[in-house]
């Protein structure tokens, strides 16, 4: 009996710990930036960033065409509240060491230490075919492993990508995603730095996930990695990221934009697990094309950051291509978790399918924005959409805004939602076969994301698995 | 073991119509009782009552198991005390693998640091669907989705043998069954009888009492039961029906 | 133009009463501050140009129902159903309180309060407590002239079917309102089908529904012309039902643009959206679908769905379900589909024999008669399935 009253206690502290949301990645390094070009944004802050980069020319220009375009926009009209995001606060610019590792050894102690916390397994390392972290805005540790090298596969940060394959980058950036798109688009085309930048030639073939992990440190720093995909013809790929950021006392942007193009008959699977810490800000741009027979999935866990505004967009151009979307977005406590898809058809015969599944509790706010177009050319293509929200208690709520157009009649596009609680039918099911009310709730909630969990890497679904057990613990009562 | 039911009164939370009116029965460790009465008596309402259902209300009464007050605990709890319901009507779980729910459900009645093993929990498994005549393939399917009437019932049987309850209250398990099926349900029933199990069976037709010979037959009519005999009164209701004992209750006789 | 506009419409002012006229010169001098869209703008220039300010005719009005006035007055005591010009003379503060207030707000948008400002005239209905009238009620009116209103206010307990059937024959783009207030347990039965002769045209019905009322919307949306449509029903107090049904059709180069929204505000309020659509030709068809539960409205059910059937290549298609949940004790969910008819569906009816023709009018009417048997006036039904089978088969030069 005392075991139990042990146990009970035991309950009630770790429940007292979550309720004071104690994030459990909540620290950072004492490493002081190298370089920094200080607070706020201007003209000589680009230049400035070009010159440390020692970029070519038209690189220099498409930032600067940027910066003019960005200091014309404004912020979106729609969706979560921004006020308090001041982009004349943040810093842009860091460089915590002076060159790019090329082994593990060359990496600062410090930042192994991160990475340990982090829990990347050592033995990971030998698994995964060579991984770029990005620390700061810059890319700290690359490591190609000998087989990509071999298959011609070009694995590494964009910067260098700029150096060393110029006709690659200057053939594709900034051709998907305008900076005329959208506010933080046009700011990420001015002051990006780091980022992925993966080429996989014609037929190619990767076998194993390409990973990336990253972080944002210093208070205030922008984080504004741009990310670039090609696929040439037949070949196939697989992109993991997940990143997670430790806990500041002013706001930290994200705002990433991410190009993927996928040539006719290649395959590609960007997976991204997002946890940021509950200050971020996490506006992101990512888009890809599909050319004719060509297959681009989107894997997308929003679990975390403050507010997250994020639409991957998928434009079918090729006939017969293929886009698929698979997310989850979990709104745990006052979190704005605005996300969605989009899907645009432009050839005959391409279909398209999203999944998203949402949850909220504790204050939380889940929003699906969605969008399905088919345009003249779209003759004989579907679409299939299924979004389901589960608002767990009466602080959330969850609105689900899709639009669906088509220009021409013979398509077949399906869309379903469904929004309720926890259903008391199924809770009663569990407990009355002896599990808790928390444990049933868990269960129900595990098996609503399993679509998205069965996707995942093993080891990103083991680490979801326990985030969201623990995001549960103290959640019923 | 024995199950005490005292003078239970019940209503529906929404509407206050009050279903059951002051239900008496006891259930001694090791027998098997049925339930039988016409439709809309009251029946699936006593057995969701016992395990705790969020949409009736207790308005008066007792039900005790094995000394042990009932109707005090959350859902779970019931279940821990060692009674399983097997439902009429399933709930389909989306996402949840079939065979994982019940290594979690058995693991819940056990002590947290002593989950049963993996190897006995897939021998177990393996013994039991062999002696419903299951698939294979049920295991991995999600908890109920997509499982016909007849495969949701003998899923809710396969977790009772399982989970080894010491009382099994099962609400209609015949009812949608073929022949064969009910055959295979009632030889799991039969299987787990013995001095330690208690079973209430809920039944509207007289089919299964051909397969498993209960101990005593109670007539539940309008919300009360209105007669307790030997197994030899499914043989009279099958050929004479419920209007003798309809007519006992509205005259407001019961024994 | 504002002024000139403004004396216009104070001249044609006559016999009104005083707050109406207020309330009508407030409409022409406030109407820029509301919002607009592009399609209510084309409908407002016509008007403005030329507006149309005589009061419909009282006779010519009265005449049609007339016989139908005296009917109900007979058979139900305490009903009223009045040209609306008339009853804002009689009951003033009846009409003062509800007209383009509770359910279609003239403040609402500028269109509504051109409605007001320009409304030529209408029909007044009022059921009183525990009235229940068996026969149903029709608004049927000839109408040459824009602006047409309908207000209808069912007291507690009361029960009454609608049936409107309107037919616009002005060239102007006409815009009929009709505004049902349901007072505590009221029950009414709404059914609509009207005709237009412009171009281009707006239909609003709207409802506000205190407690435990009960609202059946059955709408057929078969005119030939471009239309924009406002349907709503505000479910305010607990217990409250709302149901919207409707079948379309759009051909040749017609634009139908519907607008459907339901509000849970109370608790265990049940709203339910069920529209199913056919575009041919080179039509365009639009759903937009709101299915709002605010904070509060606990045990509420929300439901839609949007189905648009697509029978040529070149007809174009929209469909937004939305929902707005702020409470989490809710069950809501939506469905649309924009699709061809089903290719293995075809296959099998023509292995029967039937010719592709036969095989693909069978089909439509199978996407549509289930929704528009649940029309329950079996006449109505009827005169509506001929006249759907007569748009499915026209065919477009």
């Known amino acids: ?477 | 073991m024995t199950l005490k039911i005292n003078n239970l009164h019940a209503i529906i939370k929404e509407t206050g119509e009050e279903i059951l009116k002051g239900v008496d029965l006891t259930v001694p460790t090791g027998e098997i009782h049925a339930i039988m009465g016409p439709n809309g008596t009251g029946k699936s309402t006593l057995s969701e009552t016992i395990m705790g259902y969020p949409a009736y209300e207790v308005t008066q009464g007792t039900v005790e198991f094995d000394g042990q007050d009932v109707l005090s605990r959350p859902v779970n709890e019931r279940a821990r005390l060692g009674m399983f319901l097997g439902m009429q009507y399933p709930a389909e779980i989306q996402g949840v693998n079939n065979a994982d729910f019940i290594r979690t459900a058995i693991n819940a009645q056990r002590p947290e640091n002593d989950p049963l093993p993996v190897m006995q929990f897939i021998q177990r498994l393996q013994e039991n669907m062999a002696l419903l005549e299951m698939p294979d393939d049920i295991t991995d399917r999600y908890l109920n989705v997509g499982f016909s009437g007849g495969e949701k019932k003998r899923n809710e049987v396969l977790q009772m043998l399982m989970l080894q309850p010491k009382l099994a209250i099962l609400d209609e398990i015949d009812s949608g069954l073929d022949i064969d099926a009910l055959r295979i349900v009632a030889k799991g029933i039969n299987h787990l009888r013995g001095p330690e199990f208690s079973a209430l069976l809920i039944t509207h037709y007289e089919r299964l009492l051909e397969y498993v010979t209960p101990d005593k037959i109670h007539v539940m009519v309008d919300g009360q039961i209105v007669k307790t005999a030997g197994p030899e009164l499914a043989d009279e209701l099958e050929a004479d029906g419920y209007a003798k004992y309809e007519q006992i209750r509205r005259n407001g006789v019961s024994e | 133009m504002n002024q000139q506009l403004l004396s216009q419409v104070m001249a044609s002012c006559v016999n009104e009463p005083d707050w109406l006229m207020k309330k009508r010169q407030l409409a022409v001098l406030l109407q820029k501050r509301f919002k607009s869209t592009p399609a209510a703008e084309k409908i407002m220039t016509a008007w403005r140009g030329n507006p149309r300010l005589a009061q419909l005719n009282q006779a010519a009005g009265g005449q049609v129902n007339a016989d139908q006035a005296q009917t109900v007055a007979q058979n139900t005591v305490g009903c009223v159903n009045l040209p609306l010009f008339k009853a804002a003379n009689e009951y003033p503060e009846l009409l003062q309180e509800n007209l383009m207030e509770k359910a279609i707000a003239w403040q609402d948008s500028q269109l509504n309060a051109m409605h007001l400002a320009l409304l030529n005239g209408g029909r007044f209905i009022y059921i009183p407590d525990g009235t229940i009238v068996k026969e149903p009620i029709e608004l049927a009116v000839d109408c040459p002239l824009p602006n047409y209103h309908n207000l209808v206010i069912v007291g507690a307990g009361a029960q009454a079917t609608i049936v409107e059937h309107q037919i616009a024959t002005g060239r102007q783009p006409a815009y009929f309102g009709t505004e049902l207030l349901l007072g505590d347990g009221a029950r009414v039965d709404y059914y609509q089908s009207n005709r237009f002769a412009a171009v281009r045209n707006h239909q609003a019905v709207r409802a506000y529904q205190a407690q435990h009322s009960v609202l059946n919307m059955y709408l057929a949306l078969f005119d030939e012309h471009d239309l924009t449509t406002d349907f709503y029903a505000n479910l305010d107090g607990q217990g409250g039902e709302a149901e919207i049904k409707m079948v379309t059709i759009a051909s040749g180069q017609q634009i139908q643009d519907v607008q459907t929204q339901i509000l849970n505000h109370g608790p265990h309020t049940i709203g339910n959206i069920v529209q199913n659509g056919v575009a041919k030709d080179k039509a365009v068809l639009n759903f937009h679908a709101v299915g709002k539960t605010e904070r509060g409205a606990y045990g509420a059910n929300s439901q839609q769905q949007s189905r648009i059937l697509t029978l040529s290549d070149e007809c174009k298609g929209e469909a937004d379900p939305v929902l707005l949940i702020e409470e989490n004790d809710v069950n809501a969910g939506h469905a649309a589909s924009i699709g061809k008819v089903d290719a293995d569906d075809l296959y099998y009816l023509e292995s029967r024999g039937l010719s592709e023709h036969d095989a693909q009018a069978l089909l439509t009417r199978g996407f549509l008669l289930p929704v528009l048997n649940q029309f329950p006036d079996q006449k109505l039904r009827e005169n509506l399935v001929d006249e759907l089978a007569h748009r499915l088969e026209e065919k477009y030069e």
């Open chain 1, 1 to 477: 009996m005392s075991d139990e009253a042990g146990q009970q206690a035991a309950d009630k502290a770790a429940i007292q710990e979550f309720a004071s949301q104690h994030y459990q990645f909540g620290f950072h390094d004492d490493i002081k930036p190298l370089f920094s070009t200080g607070v706020g944004l201007t003209e000589e802050t680009v230049r400035e960033i070009s010159r440390r980069k020692h970029e070519p020319d038209w690189m220099l220009q498409i930032r600067l065409d940027a910066y003019h375009q960005y200091r014309q926009m404004k912020l979106p009209a729609f969706g979560p509240d921004l006020s308090q995001l001041n982009l004349d606060q943040l810093r842009y610019f860091q460089r915590p060491t002076d060159h790019v590792a090329r082994s593990w050894d060359d990496v600062p102690q410090a930042m192994k230490t991160t990475f340990e916390k982090m829990g990347v397994p050592e033995a990971e390392r030998k698994y995964l075919a060579g991984a770029t972290a990005q620390y700061e805005s810059e890319v700290v540790y690359a490591n190609l492993k000998r087989d990509l090298s071999r298959q011609g596969i070009i694995f590494m940060d964009t910067d260098t990508a700029v150096q060393k394959h110029p006709e690659i980058v200057k053939k594709y950036f900034a051709t998907l995603v305008h900076p005329a798109d959208n506010i933080f688009a046009a700011l990420n085309t001015a002051v990006w730095s780091g980022g992925t930048f993966i080429y996989v030639p014609k037929g190619v073939h990767a076998d194993a996930p390409l990973q990336s992990f990253f972080r944002i440190n210093a208070e205030n720093t922008g984080q504004f990695e741009r990310t670039l995909i090609v696929v040439e013809d037949g070949a196939s790929v697989n992109y993991v990221e997940g990143c997670t950021a430790p806990v500041y006392s002013e706001d930290s942007l994200h705002a990433a934009v991410v190009e993927v193009f996928v040539h006719p008959n290649a395959f590609c699977r960007y997976t991204t697990i997002q946890n940021w810490s509950s200050n971020v800000y996490s506006l992101e741009t990512k888009r890809a094309e599909a050319e004719a027979g060509a297959t681009m999935e989107w894997v997308d866990g929003n679990l975390g950051s403050k507010v997250t505004m994020k639409y991957p967009s998928i434009y079918l151009r090729g006939r017969e291509a293929k886009g698929t979307m698979l997310s989850i977005a979990f709104a745990n406590g006052p979190i704005d978790q605005d996300t969605g898809a989009r899907m645009i058809h432009q050839a005959p015969h391409t279909h398209s399918t999203i999944i998203s599944k949402s949850l909220c509790r504790a204050g939380g706010i889940c929003d699906y924005r969605g969008e399905v177009k088919m345009d003249e050319n779209a003759h004989g293509s579907s679409s299939h959409v299924e979004c389901d929200t589960i608002i767990m208690d009466d602080d959330s709520s969850s609105d689900t805004i899709p639009y669906n157009k088509v220009a021409i009649g013979d398509v077949a596009m399906e869309h379903e939602a469904k929004v309720s609680k926890v259903s008391e039918e199924e809770l009663y099911y569990l407990m009355s076969r002896g599990l808790s009310e928390e444990e049933a709730t868990k269960m129900i909630v595990m098996g609503f994301i399993e679509p998205f969990t069965k996707q995942l890497p093993m080891e990103y679904a083991v680490e979801l698995n326990r985030l969201i057990d623990f995001q549960m613990e103290g959640s019923v009562g």
